[in-house]
T-cell receptor, first 112, second 116 residues
Framework: GEDVEQSLFLSVREGDSSVINCTYT??????LYWYKQEPGAGLQLLTY?????DMKQDQRLTVLLNKKDKHLSLRIADTQTGDSAIYFC????????????FGAGTRLAVHP | EAGVAQSPRYKIIEKRQSVAFWCNPI?????LYWYQQILGQGPKLLIQ????????DSQLPKDRFSAERLKGVDSTLKIQPAKLEDSAVYLC??????????????FGSGTQLSVL
């Protein structure tokens, strides 16, 4: 079956880079997403990568995909206090139909 | 372009009461999803519609939850009777879905349910 796993917590110093990791099962993934959720707010789509890509860069965000190891990461360069939030990895599995499965989320804490 | 609309934004009920949530997806989007997000957890897929047919309801507690999508547009999710553990944010999402290839999902802002 489909499953998505993430580490639950990450703490970084302001200005450093953050790397949030995600692993998933099943090989029918098509799109892989990173969502951000701030306290009391909805899900904000940050970036996504198609499964035939290895890397995607979007300003301070870099997504790396290792399809062989079923490993996805999100790197945030020059992390700021405003980046403190929960980050969800989500994988769109496309077996008989498209199904989006979320990880449990990684809480990123940025300290001065 | 209008996004996914959900109402109400907040709902507080007592256990054993009934509650209903409404979702209006983006115009033309064939697929509609209902997710449940319990505090501190990732969203969990409850039910997925393709037009007005159900394609996945394997995680829907069918003894108390029901959902429908009339005419393949709006959808309602109902809980009857509610339990304390149903307290969560209920998220609706939609996607265009042009076939078997993956599509981007667009989320509504959710309905926050508190069961007392």
């Amino acid at each position: 079956g489909e499953d998505v796993e993430q580490s639950l917590f990450l703490s970084v110093r302001e200005g450093d880079s953050s790397v949030i990791n995600c692993t998933y099962t099943d090989s029918s993934s098509t799109y892989l997403y990173w969502y951000k959720q701030e306290p009391g707010a909805g899900l904000q789509l940050l970036t996504y990568i198609f499964s035939n890509m290895d890397m995607k860069q979007d300003q301070r965000l870099t997504v790396l995909l290792n399809k062989k190891d079923k490993h996805l990461s999100l790197r945030i360069a020059d992390t700021q206090t405003g980046d403190s939030a929960i980050y969800f990895c989500a994988v769109l599995f496309s077996g008989g139909y498209n199904k989006l499965i979320f990880g449990a989320g990684t809480r990123l804490a940025v300290h001065p | 372009e209008a996004g996914v609309a959900q109402s109400p934004r907040y709902k507080i009920i007592e256990k054993r009461q009934s509650v209903a949530f409404w979702c209006n997806p983006i115009s033309g989007h064939a697929t509609l999803y209902w997710y449940q997000q319990i505090l501190g957890q990732g969203p969990k897929l409850l039910i997925q519609f393709q037009n007005n047919g159900v394609v996945d309801d394997s995680q829907l507690p069918k003894d108390r939850f029901s959902a429908e999508r009339l005419k393949g547009v709006d959808s309602t999710l109902k809980i009857q009777p509610a339990k304390l553990e149903d307290s969560a944010v209920y998220l609706c999402a939609s996607s265009l879905d042009r076939g078997r290839r993956g599509e981007k999902l667009f989320f509504g802002s959710g309905t926050q349910l508190s069961v007392l």
